[in-house]
């Protein structure tokens, strides 16, 4: 389980909201595997991380956009990184993998997430200072 912390945060209320979902999101896809709930429920919580990935980077890029952040172009190449990451876990989750590949999948998108939100999404912090000023 991600647990959200301060650290993660970027200055910006809508986006460190929208990380908090897609935290919420991966958190029922572990809670999932955990519990055994199969490929079809696994399945569905993909489909909606993927609909809602795509939604939160598109306001997030035009955030860095319009905040001039220096991380603005790393960010959206890392964002297209994910989506073929997510891409490539449909077909492992529902080609019969089982527990283990969705384990794997799982522990891949939450280190993306975390280490995307320390290392890029976090610059927002001092572009967002100065324009509040």
Known sequence: ????????????????????????????????????????????????LCTYADRHFSHEERCMEQHRCPTA????????????????AKPRLAGGGGALAAQIVHRELCDW???????????LRVCVRPAAA
């Open 1 to 48: 389980m991600i647990t959200w912390s301060d650290t993660y945060a970027t200055g910006v209320a809508r986006i460190d909201a929208e990380h908090r979902q897609l935290v919420a999101l991966l958190n029922e896809l572990e809670e999932a595997v955990q519990l055994g709930r199969g490929s079809h429920a696994i399945g569905g919580i993909v489909a909606r």
């Open 73 to 88: 172009a790393a960010n959206k190449q890392a964002h297209g990184a994910f989506k073929q990451m997510l891409e490539r």
């Open 113 to 123: 997430l975390v280490n995307h939100v320390l290392r890029v999404d976090t610059a």
